[in-house]
């Protein structure tokens, strides 16, 4: 099982970057994935997440209004699609997925979540 994050690199601020997870491995989408993102000295902080067969994403108060999370189920892969990227976006980002489905308020915890990706850079410029 695993999860390969790739799409992150070095943008200058106000642009934009997608981010793509691509689940190997398994012969089933998974149930519930997310993005999560550490900066340098902090926490690692959620993104966004959505479900399998349900509407609706979700994102962090952060990102909301910039990050788009969407998913192609026949292909095992999440996007995360960035707009107007900030300096405080720089970040690694890391890709997760559970075996669950959860409801919404339980989707930023990073527990529910079995299995996580490398991570990829994402750094912005001013």
């Known amino acids: 099982v695993q999860l390969q994050a790739s799409g992150g690199g070095l943008v200058q601020a106000g642009g934009s970057l997608r981010l793509s997870c691509a689940a190997s491995?398994?012969?089933?989408?998974?149930?519930?994935m997310g993005w999560f993102r550490q900066a340098p000295g902090k926490e690692r902080e959620f993104v966004a997440a959505i479900r399998r067969g349900r509407s609706g994403t979700y994102n962090g108060d952060s990102v909301k209004g910039r990050f788009t999370i969407s998913r192609d189920n026949a292909k095992n892969t999440v996007y995360l699609r960035m707009n107007s990227l900030e300096p405080e976006d720089t970040a690694v980002y890391y890709c997760?997925?559970?075996?669950?489905?959860?409801?919404?308020?339980?989707?930023?915890?990073?527990?529910?979540?079995?299995?996580w990706g490398q991570g990829t850079q994402v750094t912005v410029s001013s």
């Open positions: 997760a997925a559970s075996d669950t489905v959860y409801a919404s308020s339980f989707l930023s915890r990073e527990g529910i979540y079995h299995y």
């Open positions: 491995g398994r012969t089933f989408s998974y149930a519930t």
